[in-house]
């Protein structure tokens, strides 16, 4: 992994101190970290899961709609921000590494540093009560 940029590691930091579940990558897509809210509900701890490409885990947690059709990597409000630069929303149903399913909402926003560098993409995401 390169070096990461100022603002990355700043947001690293303060997503570590929210109680809000946190989910960050990079410009590639690549996950750079969870914080420990997003642990509870991603079903693992990010220091077993360490860092993943966006292939890993756009299919390592599984998401699927309100009919149990899985939701196209493509769709999900992180890989959105990534693609368009824009923010996203969505509701959907994860399966979490520990196999349980969850309702969840989730709102991405596109990393955008200093004199315009785009630095990737960062998740909030909350569990839903059905």
Known sequence: MSQLE?????????????????FLVDPEGNLLFYNEPAETILGRR???TGAMSAAEWSTAFRATD???????????PLRVALSERQPA???????????????????ALPLIGQAGRFL???????ELKD
């Open 46 to 48: 990010f220091a077993e």
């Open 66 to 76: 309100d009919n149990n059709v899985p939701v196209r990597p493509d769709e999900l």
């Open 89 to 107: 929303h969505k509701r959907f149903w994860i399966v979490g590494l520990d196999n349980d399913r969850r309702y969840i909402e989730t709102t």
């Open 120 to 126: 990737g993409a960062v998740a909030f995401f909350w």
């Open 6 to 22: 100022i603002e990355t590691i700043l947001c690293r930091h303060w997503a570590s101190h929210l109680q809000t579940p946190v």
